[in-house]
Protein backbone atom coordinates (compact mmCIF):
# COMPACT_ATOMS: atom_id res chain seq x y z
CA UNK A 1 0.00 0.00 0.00
CA UNK A 2 0.92 3.56 -0.98
CA UNK A 3 0.09 6.80 1.66
CA UNK A 4 1.19 9.73 0.64
CA UNK A 5 1.54 12.44 3.00
CA UNK A 6 -0.13 16.15 2.26
CA UNK A 7 1.69 18.98 4.07
CA UNK A 8 -0.79 21.91 4.20
CA UNK A 9 0.70 25.49 5.05
CA UNK A 10 3.46 25.53 7.36
CA UNK A 11 4.68 22.68 9.00
CA UNK A 12 8.18 21.86 10.62
CA UNK A 13 9.74 19.03 9.27
CA UNK A 14 9.89 17.18 12.51
CA UNK A 15 6.02 16.38 12.62
CA UNK A 16 6.33 15.35 8.61
CA UNK A 17 9.38 12.62 10.01
CA UNK A 18 6.91 11.47 12.84
CA UNK A 19 4.15 10.91 10.60
CA UNK A 20 6.02 8.93 8.02
CA UNK A 21 7.34 7.12 10.22
CA UNK A 22 4.13 5.77 11.94
CA UNK A 23 2.81 5.23 9.21
CA UNK A 24 5.39 2.85 7.72
CA UNK A 25 6.02 1.21 11.08
CA UNK A 26 2.26 -0.27 11.90
CA UNK A 27 0.87 -0.51 8.57
CA UNK A 28 3.99 -1.60 6.13
CA UNK A 29 3.35 1.03 3.79
CA UNK A 30 5.08 2.77 1.35
CA UNK A 31 5.30 6.60 2.73
CA UNK A 32 5.85 9.69 0.56
CA UNK A 33 6.22 13.28 1.17
CA UNK A 34 4.31 15.66 -1.09
CA UNK A 35 5.13 19.10 -1.80
CA UNK A 36 3.29 21.62 0.97
CA UNK A 37 0.02 22.77 -0.20
CA UNK A 38 -1.30 26.39 0.83
CA UNK A 39 -3.93 26.31 3.49
CA UNK A 40 -7.46 26.30 1.88
CA UNK A 41 -8.48 29.93 2.23
CA UNK A 42 -12.54 28.93 1.60
CA UNK A 43 -12.65 26.61 4.59
CA UNK A 44 -11.48 29.26 6.67
CA UNK A 45 -14.03 30.50 9.19
CA UNK A 46 -12.68 33.74 10.85
CA UNK A 47 -15.13 34.11 13.41
CA UNK A 48 -14.21 30.81 15.12
CA UNK A 49 -10.49 31.38 13.44
CA UNK A 50 -10.66 27.51 12.45
CA UNK A 51 -10.57 25.46 9.71
CA UNK A 52 -13.09 23.05 8.43
CA UNK A 53 -11.70 19.95 8.34
CA UNK A 54 -13.37 18.38 5.35
CA UNK A 55 -11.73 20.78 2.95
CA UNK A 56 -8.23 19.09 4.07
CA UNK A 57 -9.47 16.01 3.34
CA UNK A 58 -10.56 16.86 -0.15
CA UNK A 59 -7.28 18.28 -0.71
CA UNK A 60 -5.62 15.23 0.29
CA UNK A 61 -7.80 13.27 -1.88
CA UNK A 62 -6.82 15.58 -5.18
CA UNK A 63 -3.28 16.04 -4.43
CA UNK A 64 -2.28 12.66 -3.03
CA UNK A 65 -1.15 10.27 -5.16
CA UNK A 66 -1.43 7.03 -2.69
CA UNK A 67 -4.30 4.32 -2.09
CA UNK A 68 -4.65 6.62 1.08
CA UNK A 69 -3.67 10.48 1.67
CA UNK A 70 -3.11 12.22 4.85
CA UNK A 71 -3.32 15.72 5.16
CA UNK A 72 -1.47 17.07 7.83
CA UNK A 73 -1.80 20.64 9.21
CA UNK A 74 -0.97 22.81 12.16
CA UNK A 75 -4.30 25.13 11.90
CA UNK A 76 -7.11 24.58 14.35
CA UNK A 77 -9.89 22.51 12.83
CA UNK A 78 -13.21 22.02 13.07
CA UNK A 79 -16.34 19.83 11.97
CA UNK A 80 -19.89 20.50 12.27
CA UNK A 81 -20.86 20.66 15.41
CA UNK A 82 -17.49 19.87 16.68
CA UNK A 83 -15.48 23.10 18.64
CA UNK A 84 -12.58 21.00 17.39
CA UNK A 85 -11.08 17.84 15.83
CA UNK A 86 -7.60 16.74 16.29
CA UNK A 87 -8.38 14.65 12.52
CA UNK A 88 -11.04 13.44 10.49
CA UNK A 89 -11.10 10.70 7.96
CA UNK A 90 -14.77 9.26 6.24
CA UNK A 91 -14.94 5.36 7.13
CA UNK A 92 -13.07 3.44 4.11
CA UNK A 93 -12.14 6.98 2.12
CA UNK A 94 -9.33 8.01 -0.01
CA UNK A 95 -8.40 10.53 2.74
CA UNK A 96 -8.21 12.01 6.00
CA UNK A 97 -6.45 14.68 7.52
CA UNK A 98 -4.70 15.78 11.18
CA UNK A 99 -4.22 18.57 12.99
CA UNK A 100 -1.21 19.45 15.89
CA UNK A 101 -3.16 22.25 17.08
CA UNK A 102 -4.59 20.69 19.56
CA UNK A 103 -2.08 18.05 20.53
CA UNK A 104 0.00 20.61 22.09
CA UNK A 105 -2.37 21.10 24.90
CA UNK A 106 -0.97 19.76 27.98
CA UNK A 107 -2.60 17.33 29.78
CA UNK A 108 -5.03 17.84 32.97
CA UNK A 109 -3.21 15.55 35.33
CA UNK A 110 -1.53 13.40 33.12
CA UNK A 111 1.37 11.28 34.72
CA UNK A 112 4.51 11.06 31.98
CA UNK A 113 8.08 11.27 33.03
CA UNK A 114 8.78 12.37 29.17
CA UNK A 115 9.87 15.87 27.72
CA UNK A 116 7.15 18.22 26.39
CA UNK A 117 8.59 17.57 22.66
CA UNK A 118 8.48 13.86 23.34
CA UNK A 119 4.56 13.63 24.60
CA UNK A 120 3.74 16.38 21.69
CA UNK A 121 5.71 13.33 18.73
CA UNK A 122 3.94 10.80 20.54
CA UNK A 123 0.24 12.24 20.41
CA UNK A 124 1.29 13.06 16.24
CA UNK A 125 2.45 9.31 15.60
CA UNK A 126 -0.80 7.95 17.52
CA UNK A 127 -3.51 10.75 15.26
CA UNK A 128 -1.75 10.19 12.26
CA UNK A 129 -1.88 6.20 12.52
CA UNK A 130 -5.84 6.50 14.09
CA UNK A 131 -7.04 8.74 10.78
CA UNK A 132 -5.11 6.36 8.23
CA UNK A 133 -7.02 3.14 10.17
CA UNK A 134 -10.64 4.74 9.58
CA UNK A 135 -9.42 5.01 5.77
CA UNK A 136 -8.43 1.72 5.96
CA UNK A 137 -12.23 0.67 7.41
CA UNK A 138 -11.46 0.66 11.06
CA UNK A 139 -14.02 1.98 13.29
CA UNK A 140 -13.62 3.10 16.90
CA UNK A 141 -12.49 0.40 19.17
CA UNK A 142 -13.36 0.19 22.85
CA UNK A 143 -10.03 -0.97 24.17
CA UNK A 144 -8.25 2.11 25.73
CA UNK A 145 -4.79 1.27 24.84
CA UNK A 146 -6.25 0.87 20.94
CA UNK A 147 -4.35 3.70 18.83
CA UNK A 148 -8.07 3.27 17.21
CA UNK A 149 -9.70 4.36 20.82
CA UNK A 150 -11.38 7.32 20.24
CA UNK A 151 -9.45 10.78 21.89
CA UNK A 152 -11.81 13.27 22.57
CA UNK A 153 -9.04 15.09 24.67
CA UNK A 154 -5.28 14.65 24.77
CA UNK A 155 -5.68 12.81 27.94
CA UNK A 156 -7.25 9.86 25.64
CA UNK A 157 -4.40 10.08 23.15
CA UNK A 158 -1.72 9.72 25.99
CA UNK A 159 -3.07 6.22 27.22
CA UNK A 160 -3.83 5.08 23.74
CA UNK A 161 -0.44 3.17 22.43
CA UNK A 162 0.47 3.71 19.06
CA UNK A 163 -0.25 0.55 17.60
CA UNK A 164 -3.59 -1.13 16.53
CA UNK A 165 -4.66 -3.98 19.13
CA UNK A 166 -5.24 -7.65 18.00
CA UNK A 167 -8.61 -7.32 16.65
CA UNK A 168 -7.97 -4.42 14.81
CA UNK A 169 -4.67 -5.46 13.24
CA UNK A 170 -6.54 -8.57 12.27
CA UNK A 171 -9.21 -6.68 10.74
CA UNK A 172 -6.85 -4.88 8.13
CA UNK A 173 -4.67 -7.74 7.60
ZN1 LIG B 1 -11.55 8.41 15.15
ZN1 LIG C 1 -8.45 -1.92 18.50
Redesign the pocket.
Known amino acids: MRVDIVPVGDVPAAVKREASTAIRSVYDADVSMQPAESLPDRAYDGRRDQYRAEAFIELASDVGNGEKNIAVTTEDLFYRRRNYVFGLAYLGGKASVVSTYRLRMTADGGITTKSASEVFADRVRKEVVHEVGHTLG?EH???KR????FSPTVREVDVKEEH??????RTVL
Open positions: LCENCVMNLCGTCQ
